[in-house]
């Protein structure tokens, strides 16, 4: 970055840093706003359970840019990363159910007479155990299932039918394992404590919501990561033509399982944050409507946008919040509406709608005549279109 | 023995019982090109799909450089050195024609490389070279689904040399080319043949008489003949398959 190094090196250096730069102090800008600015706002407006609500709906835009991974760039429709958010809920949980004094026992395993502690709960005295487990756990089964599935070219609809049985298959053992896992009821968090505070009091709570936007940040700086540089084109390439790839040199396996274990970790994450300020994790959160709900998310913000992810996420959830307590009844109507409306009117999502449409309308705002990136009779001939869509096999 | 490129012994594929490829042998010397002619049937793509591993051979095999390629997995086949464009151009339709470039053009195609590593100075002039010699260098950072036909037909073929194959395999180049865009694929695909040994499938006689020093004709899943391309077309027996193709066309 001296005087004497060459002039074009350190011009196309500093070009090519400059838009991450940036982006890098937006998205510090954002987390910083979402940190200070949101829970003084709420309380301001006398709406201070929203804070909660909040922190949880960020957990899950953590799951959202994970679906956004393997879905949104990859094209791997998962209908089941319930079952890695539940890993890592439950791994957090049985953490916290075993801060007791020496001896004793989370108290529904004296409610079914079990004496001793299953041999899997453990290790989940340790904390760094736990905080492993949380992400790793999920990160290897996704990896392990993915290797399996991936490596015997199961693909599009079978795949998506696989994890959803995958998911059927969990929900059912965790959800009649009493003696194993308090069944039904599943764990309770928020009477626990850590560190000596409950995990239920302001206190821990205000340390979750910071912990968070921390994790939402890394998570989506991972992502962002991933998917830009080569391996990212590759993804794309993948989704939009797999056995293409193949014939280029590539074996896709191994790229697939690699995001499909991210976004399995990064699903644990979530888990554990939304279960602690939750303060329960049941098998409900194994609900094939709740895994289902993860990909609207996506959808509504936006396939293959990291943005669109995190926005889609948290829009949809305070929608849900907000119509559910007024209207009860309708929100599922409300919810499938959504989707459909996405899917036939923005297929892009939000903030696919943005960076084409969206640009459009604030130019002729403006007075401005639409961009045109090719040469006109090409881009508005439906005929070309029409070839574009098909000529792909 | 050395210096074939590529040997097929006594090749068969049959599908649920249909003989596409039939006692196929063919060989071809290193720096060879080649073209295969041959009617709609004949097993021109398949034989390419052996090659390439996407189909398995029921019988005989094929040896590329001396190796065998049987059950040898898509990718494994590509990294030896076999490069192959597809009869409809199969390019990457988000990715822009450098990034569609750039991906084939990466050495080192496991996970971890690809990772880590950036693309290398030389590998950016290359991907920047061959933008150039396929007339796309305007285009580079499009998406390629604006692309014309020619165009991904050409970007394609770009993608093919950007791997640095040894043989390259290319099926039916200037399907619904115009003339000006054929007479490009043709000058572009002899360029080639200076450094690349090639086989090409194509119909357009025109533009095989272009090309073509050595034609191989298929037929029914087997080969025909094989000769300079004066010599296939006065030959009898191509010209009755030629000719009388609409009598056996169940075959
Ligand atoms: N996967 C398959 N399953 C069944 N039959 C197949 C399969 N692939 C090819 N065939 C049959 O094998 C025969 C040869 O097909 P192939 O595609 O190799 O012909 P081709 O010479 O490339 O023809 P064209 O000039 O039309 O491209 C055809 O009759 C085709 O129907
Ligand atoms: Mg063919």
Redesign the pocket.
Known sequence: MTANTPPTDVQMHRRSRRPLLVEAGIVVAIALLILFAAPALLTAIGQEFRINMLGRFLALAIVALGIDLIWGYTGMLSLGHGVFFSLGGYGIAMFLQLQLPEGELPEFFTLYGVKDLPFFWQPFHSLPFSIAAIALVPALMGGVLGYLVFRNRIRGVYFSILTQAALIVFFNFFNSQQKLINGTNGLKTDTTKIFDVYTGSDQAQGIFYLLTVVLLVLAYVLCRWLTSGRVGKLLVAIRDDESRVRFSGYDPTGYKVLVFAVSAGLAGVAGALYTVQSGIISPKSMDIAFSIEMVIWVAVGGRASLVGAVVGALAVNFAKSILSEQFPDIWLFFQGALFLGVVTVLPGGFVGWLRNQGQDHLRSLFGRPRRVITYPSLAEDPEVDYERQNLRN | MSDKILEIENLSVS??G?K?LNQLNFSMDTGELRVII??????????L?VITGK?QPTEGRALFKGKNLRSKSEHKISRLGIGRKF?TPRVYLKLTPRENLDLSCNRHKNVLATLLGRPSKTEQRTVAGLLETIGLSTKADLSAELLSHGEKQRLEIGMLVAQSPDLLLV??PVAGLTDEETENVGNLLLTLAASHSIIV?E?DMEFVRQIARQVTV?HQ?SVLCEGTMDEVQTNPQVIEVYLGQPEESDA
């Open positions: 599908f649920e249909f596409a041959g009617p709609n049937g004949a097993g021109k793509t398949t034989f799909d189909v009869q099926d039916e499938i119909h298929l899943g």
